[in-house]
């Protein structure tokens, strides 16, 4: 279990396999990706497949002390990894992890966050509250500060240069770290370099940018960020020799690269005076070359999700002939004194991939210069990391299900089991030991926030916890609704509190009990973003009194992985509400899908191919074809009463549906099984993404890639 890499020991793969991987990742025929996010979420809380080896085998130490070392911190050390703000974050993740699954030849590149994100703490009088928690990735198991082979007593450090105005030049210096994302058989790895700029070496103002995934104190330190990531990818390939002839961005954050192999480019032809000896048209010829490249997944429609930086702040902190290239390539034609990095990233690519069916319409829509190379990838989720432990032992014990972990593919065969007695009651009881444990948490929570009034000046975030412990407590049997996310304002999280006249009208109608379950972050700077939190927080009495009791709405603080594993199993459906088309994909509602847990949901993202007819949950809400209008993300353009009048129509079909206690309701989470959990894995996305990379894989790997092609194709006009 322990291996030797020439730049420091790992835990949890045999040297055999550590030799393999960096051997397809350093071959001279370059057949691997590089993969680069901003931001990648790999909790160990949620899937750490090392610590459950270990544990179902009992070793609790190792047999010397280097081993005994790696082995007690899998066991006992921290789990939490802030590398990840939210849903881009977790796709990365469970991305890598199918890779690592699938056996494919992948390195991943993101910075090394020292506070992370912003943790939350949520007053109910001052909403949410943010503030940095440090973390240690020292004592992180799965985490590696890597070391110079040529002197192994130092730390690996890259230099990332930056420039004034004046082309001066400033070096920061990067730490590198590696986790490996170690798939469940422990027979192939995914490194994840993690690049760490906190050192004294490093220039203050550079090191307080980089210190916070998504810093929000100014653009300026947003275009530091975006820079690190974008220029440490070139230097971190050549330092560690990573030969890929295929880079994936995973959105536009680090599309800084592409001017690194643009200039690489031109000095291989002009030598080191390229800045000067290259002109306009040498300069968009080397683009085209090194587009082909560059795969490149957008997965936003909203504006806020465009990299947009002043030119005169760029001046600031690069080199001149960057600028040359940007005046080229990156103009933004709304903004003319702005540069457009989502331009940059669509200009010089030899893919462009949307994150969905109707994404790819909407991207199109927006960027109509390059609709030619715009096709589709739906997202997915890593199924093994979102099942629960209890739907997790109802799929190993269910004979239709052999293999589930390694092929989703087996799920298709779900639909056999409408007619078993016998899985429907193992489904049913698994549903409620994961619904009792959420109901569980929850109330626990409660109790705590009403003991934090005594001892602290927090607020507690639930008007329940003002009440007693009998009458606030919430009830496993009663209906639960999910929501998730982060809070922007075009998801609408308050959407179904438009009209709470109408809301308790239909409740008392049927004498209906809802629990609505709601969790997430605004990011620091979104204004917008934080008063939705504060509108969820002030229906919470409103709602209660309303309703006499039956609707019960809980704010639950803290919003990580290993809350939302918990809320996506526990719950009775899922609700995501965004204006359409908006929600580029949505992945949250997928995890829910995995546990045969139904979406009530707008046609929007995902949910318009994982709606099939109703077999798998409920729509509501405007559906009618995209127009530029529909893009609107302006207060009076959100169709708020439009749209929760359409949820409460069909809310009264849910509530009924499950109150009956008839087939239905489950026949729609066994559907969800045959019908989504093969769609909206990873293990599928990452076979379509193969076919955009052009590898040339393994046997098993590439039988297993062209077999999950053909459970479903995001894009059937995709010019393959």
């Known amino acids: 279990m322990i291996a030797t890499t020439p730049w420091t020991t790992v835990y949890g793969v045999s040297q055999e396999i550590s030799d393999r991987v960096w051997s397809a990742l350093t071959g001279a025929a370059g057949n691997s990706v590089t993969y680069i996010s901003m931001e990648i979420g790999a909790d160990l809380d949620v899937f750490n497949p090392v610590k459950e080896r270990l544990i179902a085998t009992g070793v609790e130490s190792g047999q010397d002390p280097q081993e005994d070392f790696h082995v007690r911190r899998f066991l006992h050390g921290p789990e939490k990894i802030p590398n990840y703000s939210g849903g881009l974050g977790i796709l990365a993740g469970d991305t890598l992890k199918s890779f690592a699954d699938l056996k494919i030849p992948v390195i991943a590149i993101s910075l090394l966050y020292r506070k992370g994100y912003f943790s939350q703490l949520v007053d109910s009088q001052l909403g949410q509250i943010a503030w940095a928690s440090p973390w240690q990735p020292e004592a992180t198991p799965s985490l590696y500060l890597l070391h110079s082979p040529e002197n192994p007593a130092e730390p690996l450090t890259i230099p990332i240069d930056f420039y004034d105005r004046r082309d001066v030049r400033t070096t920061a210096i990067a730490r590198v770290w590696m986790k490996m994302e170690i798939n469940t058989r422990l027979d192939w790895f995914v490194p994840e370099i993690l690049l760490d700029f906190s050192g004294p070496e490093t220039p203050e103002w550079i090191r307080l940018a980089a210190d916070q995934l998504y810093n929000a104190s100014s653009e300026r330190a ?71 490249e560059v795969v490149y997944t957008i997965h936003t429609p909203v504006k806020a999700g465009h990299d947009r930086f002043e030119k005169n702040l760029y001046a600031e902190i690069g080199h001149s002939f960057c600028q040359r290239v940007l005046k080229l390539l990156a103009q933004d034609q709304e903004f003319p004194d702005y540069y457009n990095f989502t331009t940059l990233a669509m200009e010089v690519n030899r893919a462009t991939n949307a994150v969905s069916r109707l994404h790819k319409l909407v991207t199109r829509k927006q960027f109509p210069q390059f609709s030619d190379k715009i ?35 087996v799920f298709t065969e779900a639909e056999r089991l409408l007619a078993d007695d016998g899985f429907r009651k193992g489904f049913s009881s698994a549903w409620q030991r994961d619904t009792e444990q959420l109901i569980a948490y929850v109330n626990h929570m409660l109790v705590e926030h009403r003991n934090q009034m005594q001892s602290t000046w927090i607020d507690p975030p639930n008007f329940l916890s003002q009440l007693d412990d009998a009458e606030a407590r919430l009830s496993p049997e009663v209906y639960t609704i999910g929501f998730a996310r982060r809070f922007s304002t075009y998801k609408r999280a308050d959407l179904i509190f438009e009209d709470i006249e109408a809301l308790a009208a239909l409740l008392a109608e049927g004498d209906y009990q809802v629990n609505f379950l709601y969790a997430g972050k605004a990011h620091p700077a979104d204004e917008p973003g934080k008063h939705l939190i504060r509108q969820i927080l002030k229906t919470q009495e409103q709602l209660y009194r309303k309703t006499g009791g039956l609707a019960r709405l809980v704010f639950i603080p803290g919003y990580d992985m290993q809350i939302a594993k918990m809320m996506v199993a526990g719950v009775h459906a899922w609700l995501n509400c965004p204006k359409r088309p908006l929600e580029a994909s949505g992945t949250s509602g997928m995890k829910a899908a995995m546990n045969g847990v139904p979406n009530i949901s707008i046609m929007d993202g995902w949910w318009v191919e994982g709606y099939h007819d109703g077999g798998t949950g409920w729509k509501f809400g405007y559906e009618d074809p995209v127009q530029d209008s529909c893009l609107s993300e302006a207060p009076d353009a959100l169709l708020y009463a439009e749209d929760a009048a359409s949820f409460y129509a069909v809310f009264k079909d849910v509530l009924a549906t499950y109150y009956k206690r008839n087939d239905r309701y489950i026949d729609k989470g066994i559907m969800n099984m045959a019908l989504n959990c093969p769609i909206f894995n990873t293990h599928r996305m990452a076979a379509e993404y193969v076919a955009r990379y052009n590898l040339e894989l393994a046997g098993d790997t590439d039988r297993q890639t062209q077999l999950f092609r053909k459970l479903y194709d995001s894009d059937p006009d995709w010019k393959k």
């Open 222 to 292: 947003k275009a530091i960020q975006r820079r690190l990531l974008g220029a440490s990818v070139t230097a971190i390939m050549d330092c560690m020799g990573i030969t890929s002839r295929t880079i994936h961005l995973n959105e536009q954050h680090g599309v800084v690269l592409v001017l690194h192999l643009i200039a690489k480019e031109l000095q291989s032809r002009f030598g080191d005076e390229y800045t000067i000896l290259a002109d306009d048209a040498d300069i968009i010829e080397a683009a085209k070359k090194i587009g082909e």
């Open 375 to 409: 096709s589709a990838i739906t997202n997915g989720v890593h199924h093994v990391t979102w099942v629960s432990e209890n739907r997790a032992r109802l799929y190993d014990q269910t004979p239709l299900f052999a293999g589930w972990r390694d092929n989703p593919a």
